[in-house]
């Protein structure tokens, strides 16, 4: 899950460069740029976090 | 009449005859007999006709009085004797003053005024890590106090370090001219890769040591001293998340990495001529990212940084009940934490007035606007922040105040020098308000202990203040007739131009995906060699013993603080 988290944010960040390239609109390179953040924050958010929340100290 | 009266009335009546012998001399030269002056109307005033030029020759030069041995010899106690044409430096006392001396003396008053605010500025700058420390240190619980202190001290020394040695050229050691310190010209390598059919810089190659390749060069070390302190903020910003626990070991390794690869990285990309920069130039959108002082480059590396490490090193003990219900663990001293808020307001108006590297040339008469929003920003996010808890806790609590300050200085960082007073009100009470929500979702959603609130201050604020460039800039101001190579000035979605909105959010994907990635594996990598936090039981006994050998309050009898649930 951590790996996937790591991947996942970083994949986003590469959405948002692949916007430069996959459209020459601006509305197309900005949806193309925010669907990038979203995976990137996904990728902190609901994998990273999570994983290291499994294992929190104030569980134990 | 007094000696200095007559001194000046001859001065004035030598330069008078000067002038017109010269105006006399050029228009018989140039065949023009001069103009009579036209009849204005009565009712109408009629635009004064242009003079014609004026050309002045070395000659002209030598009849300039200047003041005599005997009269400075007497004291010039109200100024009136002291920078004349005296002081101007002549290249030879043979033929004495030349107009080529004038043109080289003006150059460097020029870049003299722009050394000296850029590096005041630095020094304001500077200052800033006091601070941050005691911010910081009041945040936290005493038993930590000499620990949370002596890594806000060692920042500076670490990151300067690191910065030296590798960070700087990294950062800027492609920039090219930075024309208002003189152009720079030793700074000129960046190294570039072809993508999308467009150069794409990543880093720059000159300035190692501050000695590499012709970068001993007096206008290399102001942009050095400038830049350092800037990287040395955004390093200081991480040390507030992992407060109470980190080992000190590690935040000294972890430091080094940010301030020798991470933030230099970023900051090339949006200052040292790198990718981001050049949005504008190579795709067409808006000005490139524009990040005036760096919202993004500065604070939101520093809070992203701080969320990796928050998640990795994991909350305090205590932070959260079995339930995962978060306990308030209120800092020890509200007075330094407000002192040093005031210290950072004070220490802003060097961060962002600074930023324009110069007070004289290309726009930079902009500071005195650019600081105006800074401190408008500021007083919008403290009342945001204020009114926000009062409303829904009851209470206008001090330390959310103090935090809603700084989140409107974040904020405005970025967009400090392309908008307008209206707007930097605007953009300071959303931030004021966006640190409190922030604060509850990093707290209660991802239940991440962060005990200075450093992610939501500089990390969501930084991508807020970020984001309003593209928003609110407003086309006035005027860097030297473009930014970024881009002719024209930033320009956001209200004012018209919604591509440079994209530069913007490109760049907040930026510090999102590949800055957190980023610092997130390094520090996964320092966690697995040295490990990042310290153990339970120093952790209980507080860290100033274990991890620094002595207490921050020695005279002091420290007992457990009674823990509020469910803050």
Known sequence: ?60 | MSHLEKLGATMNRRFLTVVTTTFVLATALLGQAPAPPAAAPAATPAAAPAAPPVPITDADLKSIPAPKAEDRAKGDPDGGLTGTVSDVTVSDAKKGLSIGDLANQVGQNKIAINFVWTLVCGFLVMFMQAGFAVVETGLCRAKNANHTMMMNFMVYGVGMLAFWLIGFPLQMGGVGAVANLGGTPPINAEYTIQLFGKAWGLWGQNGYFLFHNGTYDVGVMVVFLFQMVFMDTALTIVTGSAAERWKYVAFIVSSFVLGAFTYPIFANWAWGNGWLANLGANYGLGKGYADFAGSGVVHSVGGLTALALAIIVGPRIGKFTRSGKPNAMPGHDIVIVLTGCFILAFGWFGFNPGSTLGASGNGALRIGSIAVNTMLAGMAGSFGAMLYMWLRYGKPDASMSGNGLLAGLVAITAPSGFVNPVSSVIIGLIAGVLVCLSVEFVERVMKVDDPVGAISVHGANGIWGVISVGLFADGKSNYGGSWNGVTGSVTGLFYGDASQLVAQLIGVSTLIGFVFTFSFVVNLVIDWVVGQRVGAKAELEGLDLPEMGALGYPEFELKPAMVRSGS
Not at chain 1, 36 to 50: A, D, E, R, T, W
């Open chain 1, 1 to 60: 899950m951590l790996l996937a988290g790591i991947v996942a944010t970083f994949a986003g960040f590469l959405i948002s460069i692949l916007s430069l390239t996959l459209s020459s609109s601006v509305g197309g390179r900005m949806v193309i740029v925010l669907i990038g953040m979203i995976v990137s924050l996904f990728g902190i958010i609901g994998l990273i976090n999570k994983a290291y929340l499994k294992d929190a100290i104030w569980k134990k």
